[in-house]
């Protein structure tokens, strides 16, 4: 008899439920949040088990890739799904959840989640600390300079060594701030120069990948984006059809549909947030920054006329994201068309 299991996912330990293709409960319990100890319960109360469920979270993919290594057949069914299937219980509690889990898995009606490799998390891991490196050094440098126009030190616009450099010059030995900004400066240079460092890996780490260098050859597209774009997706294969790449981005726009009454919202701004910010950038320098022509950029162009330039360069990144998806998977290059071709 086929048998179905629940894991409702906690820090120390996780509910498991275990249920037969009827939906009778055969077992409920606990066991520690370790691949070890969830294996060892499993494979004893459920050795038949044709599908263990559990919601995507902080330990889920260190989870399903610990699981999947002893060939057991675990799937990661999408958080925001299980919620609003779980919702519908009078009483929650790790039991009642993994219970509704198992019932999930039982039934089919869930959605899986593709879990990156280790390849990717490792990458992606790079990416997620370097821009909060960014954050860090720039909420340094806009506290700085608002300590310094409370004392009405202006300058322009400078990052990096420039900014300090331009600092020390306003900010002498005997000035009042001098104590106080110190610290930050020295702060801000280590941020500085561990930026470097992660910036000199991702550039290795492009030269190194032949499918990075031709999603570079996109305009507006560097090394950062490219690497980005490659460990988010991952498996270009799981999508369909690469328009519905910009819907897995958060890059369409929301849509609520009743009777009469069908309005289109603002994009809806799911999916990877950091992906999603370097391909608005993308298009940003595509529309203001580049100076080869193309049929992509006077598409953004024109369109910017009519509706706006932040919805055009939304627009343009959408349109960016299914390039790249097409370039990664047909193994091709971006061509540049001619204007008067156009």
């Known amino acids: ?6 894991l409702d996912v906690s820090q ?11 939906g009778r409960m055969i077992f409920e319990g606990r066991a520690k949040s370790n691949p070890g100890a969830l294996a060892e319960l499993i494979r004893k109360k459920a050795p038949c088990a044709e599908r263990i469920g559990f919601e995507t979270g902080a330990m889920s993919s260190w989870l399903w890739h610990e699981l ?14 299980a919620k609003a299937a779980l919702s519908v219980r009078m009483n929650k509690s790790d039991e009642n959840d993994a219970r509704g889990l198992a019932e999930l898995v039982r039934i089919g009606w869930y959605r899986e989640v593709k879990v990156k490799s280790a390849e990717s998390q490792q990458v992606r891991s790079l990416l997620v600390t370097r821009s909060r490196l960014i954050q860090i050094r720039r909420d340094l440098e806009n506290q700085i300079r608002a300590m310094l126009k409370e004392h009405g030190l202006l300058f322009e616009r400078a990052i990096g060594s420039m900014f300090r450099r331009k600092v020390v010059e306003l900010v002498d030995t005997g ?11 020295s702060i801000h240079e280590q941020v500085c120069r561990e930026q470097e460092k992660l910036d000199k890996r991702m550039a290795g780490l492009a030269r190194t990948d032949e499918t990075i260098r031709r999603l570079m ?7 950062i984006t490219a ?13 369909r059809s690469a328009t519905t790449i910009g819907a897995y981005l958060g890059l369409t726009p929301r849509r609520k549909q009743s009777g009469e009454t069908d309005t289109n919202g603002k994009t809806s701004k799911w999916g990877d947030r950091l992906l999603r910010t ?45 390039i790249l998806h097409c370039i990664w998977v ?5 061509e540049w068309s001619s204007e008067k071709k156009a």
């Open 1 to 6: 008899m086929k048998q179905y299991v629940g």
């Open 12 to 22: 120390r330990e996780t509910a498991v439920c275990v249920v037969d293709e009827t």
């Open 68 to 81: 999947t290594r002893i060939d057991l057949p675990v799937v990661c069914i999408d958080a925001r799904h």
């Open 175 to 185: 000035h009042v701030l001098r104590d106080v900004i110190e610290p930050l400066l």
């Open 217 to 223: 050859t996109v305009p507006g597209i560097g090394a």
């Open 227 to 239: 690497l980005t774009f490659r460990h988010t997706i991952d498996d270009p294969s799981r999508f």
């Open 278 to 322: 370097y391909l608005f950038e993308a298009a940003s320098v595509l529309l203001h920054r580049t100076k080869k022509w193309c049929s992509l950029k006077a598409w953004g162009l024109r369109l910017a006329k009519r509706i706006g330039m932040k919805k055009a360069q939304v627009a343009v990144a959408r349109k960016l994201a299914v």
């Open 330 to 334: 047909d193994g091709t290059t971006f």
